[in-house]
């Protein structure tokens, strides 16, 4: 199987960012497209932190309530 | 000679309802005090001076047939440019909200009227709330420096005197950062305990409104006016509002506040902060409160998990909007929308698993020990230089100090508890250092009181910033 490692970031380079962009419909400027790469590459290490967190059982906080269980 | 606008909003609440000055006269030396300040600070993007007088006339006449309302009554107060208000142009500070006119008023500015007080003035936001990009506003600490943001308007204006109090929001630290740049209190009430009806959201499931004063008791005032459920916000919640005021001159005696080094206080806290906020448990300890050393490992994932969640639901409702107005929005901003449309749903959700666990584990630590409060930093460093804002610190290279401002403030957006911002202090930089307090959930009136313990015995709200009088004079 191949999927991309957080190590193998590096390797999103502007072309699949310009590819992406073109399928979320955003018009991004070609002179941006390496900015953004780079971002996109940022983004993936940074999850990297989160992707290491046992998360199995438990449920996202989307409908929100701060109160704490009495 | 009494400077009317250099007093606290508790005060001059007291001297209207004694009819010792009228709001008129109030409103007055504050569109006086807008006028001699903004050419230098820009802390508003509209003034409303006629809207203002007419609302301080009817204040007066309600007084003086004794129809006192409460203690904003007549009070001049400032509303950051993203709480509509019916007929007025709301841009939030961006061309891409141009020529829009809200046909109703935002939960928060109806609550404020209904409370009697003046609205002077929107105030200045960075773009969206987005805090990317830097609007003109300048805080009188340091006129070439960061003003906080992204209430970066209302902060100065309260800071400046050009208003007693004001509305700023907080999706990830933007009435807390603001504040303590300005050297003033802030608050991020719990999630769900201000309405955010008819204000722009940022994060949906992190934005919070709240006040900014220059005193504990001003911000326990506002707050007190409007708390409370609102069906029109989704994320409102019933719960009863307490009495903020009663309990303010309690003391520290019989709380437990918590300390939690390895987070709150690691290398990346500038020294001068480091001793202010050691300061500060100090006092506190002296006044009777008992300190607790704690560890909270899961506060690590806070700035990942904010801007994962933040990033997401900031570009779904930009979406359309970016794609119609693109070339209006401010470049950094546009990037950051473009840049969040780039997280993958399965990344969100993760994020907000990783948030149940800390406000879980949050929940533990406060149960575990019996805490009150956890007692930290608002931010590990002073403000910086607007040009030196992205490069290293030259005292911890790690990081850059618009990276240092966030990183203690993320976690109380994340659980939603509440959040309160206190001076203590100046750096020797001559700027201003302030501690923040997090609490349990709906109990901002036990970080009242805390915050009321500690200024009681330093009496930071009184200083004002120097460029007050060495740029703009008094009065």
């Known amino acids: ?70 | 000679m009494t400077v009317l606008t250099e007093l606290s909003l508790a005060e001059t609440g007291d001297m209207l309802r004694k009819r010792r000055v009228s709001s008129r006269e109030l409103t007055e030396a504050t569109l006086a005090r807008i006028e001699r300040t903004e050419p230098v600070v820009h802390a508003y993007v509209q003034v409303l001076a006629d809207r203002a007088l007419r609302v301080a006339d009817a204040a007066d006449r309600e007084i003086a047939r004794g129809s006192w309302r409460g203690a904003l009554h007549g009070i001049p107060i400032g509303v950051k440019d993203i709480c509509y208000m019916r007929d007025l142009p709301n841009e939030a500070g961006s061309r891409a909200m141009a020529g829009f006119v809200p046909g109703y008023d935002a939960t928060v500015v109806r609550a404020l009227d209904d409370a009697g007080a003046v609205i002077v003035g929107k105030t200045v936001t960075h773009e969206f709330a987005y805090g990317v990009n830097v609007p003109p506003t300048r805080t009188p600490w340091c006129l070439e420096c960061y003003p906080g943001g992204s209430s970066a308007g209302s902060g100065v204006a309260v800071a400046i005197g050009s208003a007693f109090g004001a509305i700023g929001t907080d999706t990830g630290g933007s009435i807390r950062i603001p504040a303590a740049v300005n050297g003033i209190v802030g608050l991020k009430p719990t999630y769900g305990r201000v309405s955010r009806h008819g204000v722009v959201p940022l994060g949906t499931s992190l934005d919070h409104v709240g006040p900014l004063t220059r005193t504990v008791a001003d911000n326990a005032i506002m707050l007190q006016a409007i708390a409370g459920y609102d069906a029109a916000d989704g994320g409102s919640i019933y719960e009863p509002v307490d009495d903020y005021l009663i309990a303010l001159e309690s003391g520290a005696r019989g709380l437990t506040i918590g300390i939690e080094r390895p987070y709150f206080f690691y290398d990346g806290v500038a020294a001068d902060v480091r001793a202010a906020v050691e300061g500060v448990i100090a006092t506190l300890e002296a006044a009777s409160a008992t300190i607790v050393e704690v560890e909270l490992p899961e506060l690590d994932w806070s700035p990942e998990t904010l801007m994962t969640i933040m990033g997401a639901e900031a570009s779904a409702f930009h979406r359309r909007r970016l794609r119609e107005r693109a070339a209006d929005y401010d470049p950094a901003t546009r990037r950051s929308l473009e840049m969040g449309e780039f997280i993958p749903a399965t990344h969100y959700l993760m994020a907000q698993q990783a948030r149940a666990v800390l406000k879980s584990r949050m929940a533990n630590l406060f149960n575990a020990h019996g805490l009150d409060a956890i007692l930290s930093p608002t931010s590990p460093v002073t403000t910086a230089p607007i040009p030196e804002l992205n490069a290293p610190r030259p005292d911890y290279p790690a990081e850059s100090p618009i990276l240092s401002a966030i990183h203690h403030t993320f976690s109380a957006n994340l659980t939603g508890q509440p959040a309160l911002s206190v001076p203590c202090g100046l750096a020797s930089n001559g700027l201003p250092v302030s501690f923040q307090l997090l609490g349990r959930p709906f109990d901002e009136a036990t970080l009242f009181r805390l915050a009321r313990a500690y200024e009681r015995e330093h009496a930071w709200s009184t200083l004002r910033p120097p460029e007050v009088y060495g740029v703009m004079g008094n009065g």
């Open chain 1, 1 to 70: 199987m191949g999927y991309v490692k957080f190590s193998d970031a590096a390797e999103i380079d502007p072309a699949i960012v310009k590819a992406l962009a073109l399928l979320l419909g955003l018009a991004v400027p070609d002179d941006e497209v390496p900015v953004l790469s780079d971002v996109v590459r940022g983004q993936l290490a940074s999850v990297q932190s989160l992707d290491a967190l046992d998360l199995t059982d438990v449920m996202p906080a989307l409908e929100f309530d701060p109160r704490w269980e009495r």
